[in-house]
């Protein structure tokens, strides 16, 4: 048996021997059987546990091959190597098999949830009725649809950004069962949902990428330094977005510090946070001697460590399934409807003071502004400490435009954003009509093109080049063209609001997050191409920027005068379940809130004519400087100039009759 069939042999009996303990300590191994009651009986009990094992770490391997395909080996002009062509075709059998196991949990679940064996439900419409009606059975469906569509466009993939491509497509798949589990139950389920969605995505980067590049190494493959070097810059990230998440998931279903000893689900939670802390020491130790000691070309203490580090990754993802199965402890909430769907009590009525008092935290959207704070910071450091300079004012803008963010998505008006239409559409014309303007003034892609350095070797791809490739790329040309910016930034809000698609965003937290997002990316995508100091595909001259300004705002102007006009409240449901007996009425908030979008046009009017004077005034600057500079070289005068006074010269010798 070859060395790699042992590893991954070893990684799978520790997965399955800690979900084994832990179901015995969580109490889940041999549940209190009550006389009369259905019960599926212990093939069900274990088989749905060990296939959701199995979907988890093929889901896992999956990404790891395709990270290790696209990002971590190198390419040569975005085509895939020899290596990592083979671990695409294998990322196609894991996803195969990433598939089988969510059908299989598919099987065992709804035999679960009706108190049948597997054989019968086999018989009747149990199955397609947990499938197609249940919020756990459409999530493990829709991952059998994508682990199949990844198993099928796998095959063909050749190309670094083919292979790019297919790793967010895992990443996603990732999310839906995990997410319709303890996380939708849990009375912060706002916070619980963002802490997992981020967990399970850092978790799967680390994971999967240490698996592939472990069994790299015990196949002694070429360029394992390069990929280990490059694996190591990406584990700190996810390690601190692993232990982040970890804690805030932990916070949203733990009522008080004393259930982490007192409960099987605390219990099991220490014992993973003790297997955390015991994997950053290991990736410490990494960092330090063992990728010292590849460079040197002594790859035997890397291959142990990372082979060890894995099975140790591995028993904790077999913690985690058995956490998951075991039931966090009850602790009370307030018997309110609006709670329960907020996630939060009915503020107070709204007042100048509680906006800008009630604050709410928002992981999702607070951890974007944080990353996007920080990574500019950063470039700005690498720049002025390199003795470059970059413009204040850019620095500025993206600064004002992260504190608006956070203002957007983390204060008073937020809270009252899913209470009341009109400040709801204050929230949404701030971020996609203010906030994306001073984000595109920043220029975050040309400092992130003079603050990354180029790849080593020549013809690879690091975060410049795909930086690079991406906006060259075809997906690029499309999107950031005027009609389709336009089209976008106009006509999803009328989809939005004037369909079910609202109210279906306000029921789900995950919804409102997309919604939110939308609002954000369609606004910095339109005003990128109006305004943007950003090299692009697309860039208009800037009389054809104004007319694209003053066609579009006119529709934001049509949409608020139709919501004033509209005599059905929109969303209806949703705002009568919150029980708000202050402030206006539903339909007064909603003439309000199309009151608001009608005259909030302006400001970023007015912001983008300031914006686009001062370009083309800076533009004219830099070519007569440019023009200046030609005419010294060459040692003549300026054509134009020159053209120009003898035109002049021609017309005065003609009124001399010459």
């Known amino acids: 048996m070859s060395k790699a069939a042992r590893l991954a042999l070893a990684g799978a009996a520790a997965a399955v021997v800690a979900l084994v303990l832990g179901m015995i300590a969580g109490g889940r191994a041999f549940p209190r059987i ?13 088989g749905l546990p060990l296939s959701k094992l199995a979907m988890d770490v093929s889901g896992v391997a999956t990404v790891g091959l395709l990270l290790m395909a696209a990002v971590l080996l190198p390419n040569d002009k975005g085509v895939l190597g020899r290596s990592g062509v083979e671990y695409v075709k294998a990322a196609s059998w894991a996803a195969l098999a990433w598939a089988g196991s969510a059908f299989a949990a598919i099987l065992f679940g709804t035999a679960e949830s009706i108190g049948r064996t597997v054989p019968e439900i086999l018989n009747g419409a149990f199955l397609t009725s947990y499938a197609t009606q249940t919020t756990q059975g459409v999530a493990l469906t829709l991952v059998v649809l994508f682990g199949v569509a990844i198993a099928l466009f796998s095959r063909g993939a050749i190309t670094a950004g083919a292979a ?67 694996f190591s810059d990406m584990a700190l990230w996810c390690y601190a977005g692993v232990g982040i998440s970890g804690v805030f998931s932990l916070v949203a279903r733990l009522g008080a510090v004393s259930d982490l000893w007192t409960t099987p689900y605390g219990v099991l939670a220490v014992v993973k946070i003790v297997a955390f802390v015991l994997l950053g ?124 963010l956070v203002f957007a998505t983390q204060s008073g008006l937020a809270r009252y954003a899913k209470v009341m239409f009109d400040m709801h559409m204050i929230e949404h014309m701030t971020l996609s009509m203010v906030v994306p303007i001073f984000l595109v003034l920043g220029g975050p892609v040309t400092l992130a093109l003079r603050a990354l ?16 490739t991406i906006l060259h790329s075809r997906f690029t040309k499309v999107i950031t063209h005027p009609g389709v910016a336009t089209f976008i930034f106009v006509a999803s809000t009328y989809a939005l609001y004037f369909t079910p698609l609202f109210e279906s965003a306000m029921q789900e937290h995950l919804g409102h997050i997309w919604m939110t997002l939308h609002f954000l990316l369609s ?53 009568e379940q919150l029980g708000r007996t202050w402030g206006e009425t539903l339909i007064q908030t909603q003439r309000d809130g199309g009151a608001i979008a009608w005259g909030f046009g302006e400001i970023p009017t007015l912001i983008v004519l300031l914006a686009i004077a001062m370009q083309w005034y800076r533009d004219d600057e830099r070519q007569a400087r440019r023009a200046d500079r030609r005419a010294d070289r060459s040692g003549a005068g300026d054509p134009d100039l020159d053209s120009y006074n003898a035109y002049l010269a021609r017309l005065n010798r003609a009124d001399k009759g010459e």
């Open 34 to 46: 009550i006389p009369g009651l259905p019960d599926s009986g212990a093939v069900v009990r274990w």
């Open 164 to 230: 790019a491509g297919l790793l967010v497509f895992a990443l996603v798949t990732l999310l839906p069962a995990p997410l319709t589990g303890h996380t939708s139950s849990s009375p912060n389920h706002d916070l619980a949902t963002s802490a997992v969605s981020l967990h399970l995505l850092a978790l799967a980067l680390w994971v999967g990428g240490l698996a592939v590049l472990a069994l790299h190494a015990v196949r002694k493959q070429p360029q394992l330094e390069v990929a280990a070097a490059r």
């Open 281 to 404: 020491y290991v990736g410490y130790w990494h960092r330090q001697r063992t990728v010292a000691d590849l460079r040197k070309g002594r790859p035997r203490a890397f291959t142990r460590l990372a082979a060890g580090e894995l099975l140790l990754m591995l028993a904790t993802v077999g913690v985690a399934v058995a956490l998951s199965r075991t039931q966090p402890p009850e602790f009370s909430v307030p018997a309110d409807r609006a709670y329960e769907l907020l996630g939060f009590p009915l503020p107070a009525e709204m007042t100048l003071g509680n906006v800008f008092s009630l604050w709410w935290f928002d992981l999702f959207f607070a951890a974007v502004a944080a990353v996007l704070g920080g990574l500019y910071g950063l470039g700005v450091f690498r720049l002025l400490r390199r003795g470059d300079k970059w413009p204040w004012g850019r620095t500025a803008s993206w600064c004002i435009g992260v504190v608006l």
């Open 453 to 468: 350095k180029p790849a080593t070797r020549r013809g690879d791809r690091g975060p410049r080049e795909w930086i690079t």
């Open 523 to 575: 606004g910095c995508l339109f005003f990128w191409v109006i305004i943007g100091v950003d090299p692009g595909p697309n860039r208009l001259p800037y009389v054809g920027r104004l007319l694209m300004l003053f066609v579009t705002m006119p529709f934001h102007a049509f949409f608020g005068i139709a919501l004033m006009m509209t005599g059905t409240v929109i969303a209806s449901d949703w705002y």
